[in-house]
T-cell receptor, first 115, second 112 residues
Framework: AQSVTQPDIHITVSEGASLELRCNYS??????LFWYVQSPGQGLQLLLK??????LVQGIKGFEAEFKRSQSSFNLRKPSVHWSDAAEYFC?????????????FGQGTTLQVKP | DAGVIQSPRHEVTEMGQEVTLRCKPI?????LFWYRQTMMRGLELLIY????????DSGMPEDRFSAKMPNASFSTLKIQPSEPRDSAVYFC???FGNGGYTFGSGTRLTVV
């Protein structure tokens, strides 16, 4: 079955430290991949997406993600975290073929930033 | 583009009352999704439409829930009668093909 897994439910990092949030997917073929962020009381906002091509994808707010086919992973990174990055982060995937439009979401990772 | 617009932002209602949530998707998007988010269950897909036609409503919890999309620019999610366990944040999202969703800001529903 198609699935997206975020192994870390909760991560705490110090402000200014680097960040990596993990995401693994299980699909028959490489899907389209997405990262969303949800700040408290807000909707989900698209950070970045990968369709094909360069495996290092740049997004908004200084985030990037690297697609690794061999590891079925699409990890999100940021070199220096700001207190405003505290939020919940969701990885998601959609099949390339079939065009259902429907995303499968991971369970989310809550990021806490220590001053 | 104003993005996906949901109304109301907050709704407080008494148990047994009818609740209607509204969504205006992004113009040109051909998919519309309704999600529910709670602390206990996270994000749950309730129903989604393609070109105004319901495709999968298997996530709708009970017959008390219904959704319509009468045209490409409007959708409603109705709960009748409402119950306290329906309290949640309800999100609408739209997309063009597999291009990823744009979410609305959500409706926070409290049923007392």
């Amino acid at each position: 079955a198609q699935s997206v897994t975020q192994p870390d439910i909760h991560i705490t990092v110090s402000e200014g430290a680097s960040l990596e949030l993990r995401c693994n997917y299980s699909y028959g073929a490489t899907p389209y991949l997405f990262w969303y962020v949800q700040s408290p009381g807000q909707g989900l906002q698209l950070l970045l997406k990968y369709f094909s091509g360069d495996t290092l994808v740049q997004g908004i707010k200084g985030f990037e993600a690297e697609f690794k086919r061999s590891q079925s992973s699409f990890n999100l990174r940021k070199p220096s975290v700001h207190w405003s990055d505290a939020a919940e982060y969701f990885c998601a995937a959609a099949p390339v073929s079939g065009n259902t439009g429907k995303l499968i979401f991971g369970q989310g990772t809550t990021l806490q930033v220590k001053p | 583009d104003a993005g996906v617009i949901q109304s109301p932002r907050h709704e407080v209602t008494e148990m047994g009352q009818e609740v209607t949530l509204r969504c205006k998707p992004i113009s040109g998007h051909d998919y519309l999704f309704w999600y529910r988010q709670t602390m206990m269950r996270g994000l749950e897909l309730l129903i989604y439409f393609n070109n105004n036609v319901p495709i999968d409503d298997s996530g709708m919890p009970e017959d008390r829930f219904s959704a319509k999309m009468p045209n490409a620019s409007f959708s409603t999610l109705k709960i009748q009668p409402s119950e306290p366990r329906d309290s949640a944040v309800y999100f609408c999202a739209s997309s063009f093909g597999n291009g990823g969703y744009t979410f609305g800001s959500g409706t926070r529903l409290t049923v007392v």
